[in-house]
Nanobody
Framework: QVQLVESGGGLVQAGDSLRLSCAASGRTFSSYAMGWFRQAPGKQHEILAAVDWSGTKTYYANSVAGRFTISRDNGKNTVYLQMNSLAGEDTGVYFC??????????????????WGQGTQVTVSG
């Protein structure tokens, strides 16, 4: 079992930056990959970024590559999503998720086994 809790969302202006955090508990954090997803109003979950257990292999969706950075601190059982140059289309609920399968970070939603409750990010302007 893995429990995930996101934090750091809020209301920001277009062009601003925001850092999301996801604290994990339960199973050994350094044994599984993590991903960040976004669900915009009326849309399905969209993969944004993923990182393997070590933090050395990453994946980014085209929509966020160059603006968002995923990282993890295994000593703190936390994964982060640094978001820069935010725009209106980045508005949505942001979720972190854990993929217990060993291997490179997955960009497939259904590969993820445990999910947080989500944190709202709203970009105005």
């Amino acid at each position: 079992q893995v429990q995930l809790v996101e934090s750091g969302g809020g209301l920001v202006q277009a062009g601003d930056s925001l850092r999301l955090s996801c604290a994990a508990s339960g199973r050994t954090f350094s044994s599984y990959a993590m991903g960040w997803f976004r669900q915009a109003p009326g849309k399905q979950h969209e993969i944004l970024a993923a990182v393997d257990w070590s933090g050395t292999k990453t994946y980014y969706a085209n929509s966020v590559a160059g603006r968002f950075t995923i990282s993890r601190d295994n000593g703190k059982n936390t994964v982060y999503l640094q978001m820069n140059s935010l725009a209106g289309e980045d508005t949505g609920v942001y979720f972190c998720a854990a993929d217990l399968e060993v291997g490179p970070p997955s960009n497939i939603v259904y590969d993820y086994d445990y999910w947080g409750q989500g944190t709202q990010v709203t970009v105005s302007g």
